[in-house]
């Protein structure tokens, strides 16, 4: 497996608060981690930092074994915000078309792969609407098209599934676990336990620190529950 995400005494902090405490993370290809903690524990500074939108104080955020940003690599991510960040004005289509075409997807394999993936997010039937129009689910779903177009060995997703009804949440992961099994490394953040459960890897965060991070079974064997949330609840009450 190659490392994808390698990350080393990572510190950021806002003003008075630290947000990250000198984290170390590491995520290869070929494997899905999961990383889980309560609203502002750090878990979206932590994606941010280490793709070069903050700065961090100190240590190193590498990926691919590059610093970000890094214009040459970033065709090889497939990035989804925990906030959409869409061309209202632009149809799903076209919203999909364009960072395909910006990922440098050849045209001739664009439009397949379009409806390939618009189906997986079941937006078919609303790919030739206008973004404004969407409600908040669907604009979820399409966040989520455009991270997986052009194939990227990478996929960073911000909590994903946040508004996605069980079924395709299904969907989804079943495409995710079809992604890991091709070589793509996944970084995945939810508040969802029962997602966290399908995760290769679980990095328990809290108070801007990794405080555990391994499998999910070995993670309730060393805590003696019997689930992931268990699990967090438990750490959390220590």
Do not use: C
Not at 153 to 178: A, N, Q
């Amino acid at each position: 497996m190659v490392k994808l995400i390698d990350i080393e005494k990572l510190s950021k902090s806002f003003g008075e608060q630290k947000v990250l405490d000198k984290i170390d993370f590491k995520l290869e290809s070929g494997e899905i981690v999961g990383l889980i903690g309560p609203s502002g524990s750090g878990k979206s500074t932590l994606i941010k930092t280490m793709l070069g939108m903050e700065k961090a104080d100190e240590g190193e955020a590498l990926i691919f074994d590059y610093q970000m940003p890094k214009r040459e690599i970033l065709s090889n991510i497939g990035y989804m915000a925990q906030s959409d960040a869409l061309y209202e004005m632009l149809t799903g289509y076209e919203n999909i078309e364009f960072f395909g075409k910006m990922k440098g997807v050849p045209s001739d394999e664009l439009k397949k792969e379009i409806e390939y993936i618009a189906e997986i997010v079941d937006l078919t039937g609303n790919l030739k609407k206008l973004v404004s129009n969407y409600l908040g689910g669907m604009k979820r779903r399409l966040s989520l098209a455009i991270a997986l177009i052009g194939n990227p060995e990478l996929l960073i997703l911000d909590e994903p599934t946040v508004g996605i009804d069980p079924s395709l949440r299904r969907k989804i992961w079943k495409e995710l676990f079809k992604q890991r099994d091709n070589g793509v490394g996944i970084l995945v953040t939810t508040h969802v336990m029962d997602e966290a459960e399908l995760t290769d890897k679980v990095g328990l965060l809290l108070n801007g620190d990794i405080i555990d991070f391994d499998t999910p079974q070995q993670l309730k064997v060393k805590n003696n529950v019997e689930s992931i949330e268990e699990v967090f609840l438990k750490v959390e009450e220590k």
